[in-house]
Each structure stands twice: as C-alpha cells, then as structure tokens.
C-alpha cells in the first residue's frame, strides 16, 4: 500500500522534537533582548560545595554544572551513585563520619538536564539579560540569568519534588570564570584528549595548596572562596516547594562588551558553509529526489503542497521559539538567519566568478587586455 503523498509532510513535525532540544542551550551564541553571549569557553563540568554540620557527620552536597553539555558518566561509579544521562545540573549530597573518617553517598538529585526521550522533561532554559530584568535587585548587574528545568528527586516515579537551576553569570572584566575552578576531578567513560588536559592545569594549579593548611583554631574557610562559580543557596521556592539552586558565575564573558571567542568556523569555512542549513537542505533533497520505483520526480502539485505547508510550518515554529525564548528580532528570528544574510553576498561571488570564466575563455592570445 502506498501511502499518500500528503505524508510525506509527516517526517518533517516529527523532527520539531529534536529541533527543539537541538537549540535548547547554545552555549556559544545566546541571544537575549538582542544582546548576544559566548559562553563557550566556561563549557565542561564545574563543581561548587554546600556543607552543613550534622553531628556527628558532617553533610556535603556538591553540585556539578556543564552549561554547554550533559554530564559525563565516571568510570568505576554505580549508577545509582550518579544522575541520569541527560543531566546539565547534578547534586549529590554526602555524609562523612568525623569519627572513623568514613562516608557514604546518601542522596543524587537530577536538578535540570534534558530528559525529552527517558521522562518527557525537557531543559527547557529561559535566559534574562540583567540590564533589562524588572527586579530592582538586578538594577546595578551587568549579564545574564539562565533558568534552566527538567529535574526531579526523586527522578523515578509518579511523585517526586520538581527541581530548577538559576545560574547568575556576572559581568567581571577581570575574571575569566575559571578562577578557582574545581570540576569534578574524576575520569569520565568517555573523556576525551581536552578533558585531560582541563584536568591536568587544574591540579598543577592546586598542588602545594593543602600542605599549609588543617593549622589548630584556624577558623574554617568557605570552600568556594576564591572561585568565579559559587553556591548561593538551594531551598524549596514559590508556591509547590520546587527544589531551587542559586549559582553565581563572575565571569568577563558576562560583559556586553565582550566579543564572541572562538566565533570562527573550523578549517577555513566560511560562515556560509552548507553547515548552518542542517534540516532544511535534507528535507529539500528528499523531497526533490525521484521515487525509486517509478523513477518519477516526487515535486508533484500535491508534493509540492506538502512541502509548502511543511516548510512554513517549520519557518514559524522556529520563528516563534527564537522570539519567545531567545528575544530575538528581525532576521535572527529566521532559523539559520546568519546563513540567510550571506547568500546575496554568496550570489555575487559566484556572479564574478562566472563573469571571470567567461572574460577569461575570451582572452585573445592568451594575453589579457591592457
């Protein structure tokens, strides 16, 4: 049975889903109320301390952060020891005995991540830029606030309390982020040539730093001091008690002023390049190819109906999400608006390439006119 052309519109709704977890959280180009922030450079796992007395333990939750990816799996660790794949913000919460110096992993709270396909809970990230919030606290700040969702403790079951994220990344000219950084210090499953080296700087910045310390009646320091990333509290908030953690990153990367870093495209390609079209140019392609029974072109009337629809149905869903969520305005409401800017000036290449074959082929001699 051959199914009729209309569904051929079908695969294309269906690929919204992913389009939209594809640009959930672009680390290295967010664009709120048309003021745009490359925070690529504070990618990778980040970690912050909570510690609380309670005797005769002492508690200690840790929260890792990575703004740019899920969290990675350690190696050697149980599963249930860690957050489920998908996580961006991951608490787990320790006891350690003073007494024999021993201790346990007591709790694993999923904070925010994406977890569309296993719990249909997206990251769904809401950005603020400081200078425009209606909150007089935010008055004097210059960056932006990034609120992102999808967790729960606990993460399997009907019931479980909703959790949330705010990560506040203050403009500090004089900082790069990194100051302090911690991560997590553990080998990951999949951990690549660049984690390894994050790693080994961050312990050879650190070595020599606990001999000098554990001195009788030194009063205990805060173990985020000095760091760019710090805890600011995490406590039920608003109406239904949702688990809230409060992070502050003072980072030069905040700044309006600050240009985008390591904006250019790899191995010389221009920004132009095939790369930024993705789902449109494959879906034109399919389209466009001839049906491999009858060898007829699929562009019918109908087909071209279909694709119609289904192009105008993608362009305005796009639209609509980059408004909503990024505040986007003129052409960076368009998906792949940068790509879009660039063909007029693409097109005029190409014409004076053309224009220079054809002058060419018209030499006389082989010698050009003088």
Same mark, same amino acid.
């Given at each position: 049975m051959r199914l009729p052309h209309d569904s051929l519109a079908i695969p294309a709704f269906?690929?919204?889903? %992913?389009?939209?977890?594809?640009?959930?959280?672009?680390?290295?180009?967010?664009?709120?109320?048309?003021? %745009?922030f490359n925070l690529k450079a504070l990618g990778g796992p980040h970690s912050v301390h909570w510690i609380r007395e309670t005797p005769p333990s002492l508690s200690n939750t840790t929260f890792t952060i990575d703004i740019c990816q899920p969290l990675k799996r350690t190696k050697d660790v149980p599963k249930s020891n860690e957050c489920p794949g998908g996580t961006r913000v991951c608490g787990i919460e320790s006891d350690y005995n003073l007494a024999d110096g021993t201790h346990m992993v007591k709790e694993v709270i999923p904070i925010a991540g994406d977890y569309s396909t296993s719990a249909h809970r997206p990251l769904d990230p809401y950005y603020t830029r400081l200078k425009h919030s209606d909150a007089n606290a935010d008055a004097d700040k210059e960056g932006l606030r990034i609120e992102l969702n999808g967790g729960k403790f606990p993460f399997d079951g009907s019931g479980g309390v909703q959790q949330k994220a705010f990560v506040e990344f203050l403009c500090d000219p004089h900082k790069t982020g990194l100051e302090g950084d911690e991560g997590d210090g553990l080998e990951k499953e999949d951990s690549t040539d660049e984690d390894g080296e994050r790693r080994r700087k961050r312990e050879e910045g650190e070595g020599g730093k606990a001999e000098d310390g554990g001195k009788e009646g030194e009063k205990e320091k805060d173990p985020d001091e000095g760091k760019s990333l710090r805890f600011v509290s995490y406590k039920p908030?608003?109406?239904?008690?949702?688990?809230?953690?409060r992070l502050e990153w003072h980072t030069k990367y905040a700044c309006e002023s600050q240009k985008d870093v390591d904006d250019s495209p790899p191995s010389g390609k221009s920004p132009s390049s095939s790369s930024h079209w993705g789902f449109f140019t494959w879906f034109l392609i399919i389209i466009s190819a001839p049906h491999p029974k009858?060898?007829?072109?699929?562009?019918?009337?109908?087909?071209?109906?279909?694709?119609?629809?289904?192009t105008a149905a993608y362009l305005i869903f796009a639209s609509w999400l980059n408004y909503n969520r990024y505040g986007a305005r003129g052409w960076d409401l368009l998906p792949h608006g940068d790509a879009l800017r660039d063909v007029p000036y693409m097109l005029r290449d190409w014409a004076r390439r053309v224009a220079s074959t054809v002058q060419g082929s018209r030499s006389r001699g082989g010698y050009a006119a003088v």
């Open positions: 269906l690929t919204l889903p %992913s389009l939209i977890s594809a640009i959930s959280l672009d680390c290295s180009k967010i664009l709120v109320d048309g003021q %745009s908030e608003g109406e239904h008690g949702v688990g809230t953690l009858t060898h007829e072109s699929r562009l019918t009337p109908a087909n071209n109906r279909s694709a119609f629809l289904a």
